[in-house]
């Protein structure tokens, strides 16, 4: 029943901009898998190979970690509304850093140039395969609307309050990786460097 493409085609990306969650899943050679399910309008495609979404602060960055140990990263998304179906991309993918030149060009072009308050940083997963299967097993859901949990929470924070945050929370992974979030230098790509 699956299928598998060497790029996202045009019916991919619609149902893509139709869904209103994705997930993500990563791990490094060694330690914990992360799966994380991400919403609020983050993901845009970026091209027939290429994706990226906006990270907000949350109360841990395994993703970042993940990518600097190891690379590899998938996005799913499963149809809750409609014709059943999941469709994964896999790929490599990196954390492009706040503030950097890449960041600042990704944020105006395909986020048009609004930061959320919290935003952590964009990453961007470089697809070497897309595969679609029936979804058949996935419960029909009814979107009712977004938590406003996460901006509040950020908003009762402030930059300040957030920045310190991420310092104690956001730089080490679970497994006591670096994530990367908080080096000093980084090359033009928005990675830190070596």
């Not at 991400?38 to 602060?57: F, P, Q």
């Not at 072009?109 to 609004?114: A, E, H, P, T």
């Amino acid at each position: 029943m699956a299928k598998q493409f060497p790029q996202l085609e045009p019916a991919h990306r619609e149902f893509i901009q139709r869904q209103r969650v994705f997930f993500t899943a990563s791990a490094a050679a060694t330690g914990h898998v992360n799966l994380s399910p991400k919403g609020l309008d983050a993901l845009r495609v970026l091209g027939e190979k290429s994706v990226a979404y906006l990270d907000l602060t949350g109360s841990g960055n395994e993703t970042a970690a993940h990518l600097l140990a190891d690379g590899r990263l998938t996005l799913m998304f499963c149809a809750f509304e409609g014709p059943p179906l999941i469709l994964r991309l896999y790929g490599r993918g990196r954390a492009v850093r706040r503030g950097s030149a890449e960041y600042t060009r990704l944020l105006a072009s395909d986020f048009g140039g609004v930061e959320p308050l919290g935003a952590r940083q964009i990453i961007v997963l470089d697809i070497d395969l897309v595969q679609t299967s029936c979804g058949y097993g996935v419960p029909l859901f009814e979107y009712t609307s977004e938590r406003p949990t996460l901006t509040k929470w950020a908003e009762a924070k402030g930059p300040e309050g957030l920045d310190t945050y991420r310092r104690k929370k956001n730089v080490r992974s679970l497994d006591g990786l670096p994530t990367g979030l908080l080096d000093e230098e980084a090359d033009g790509s928005g990675s830190p460097t070596a």
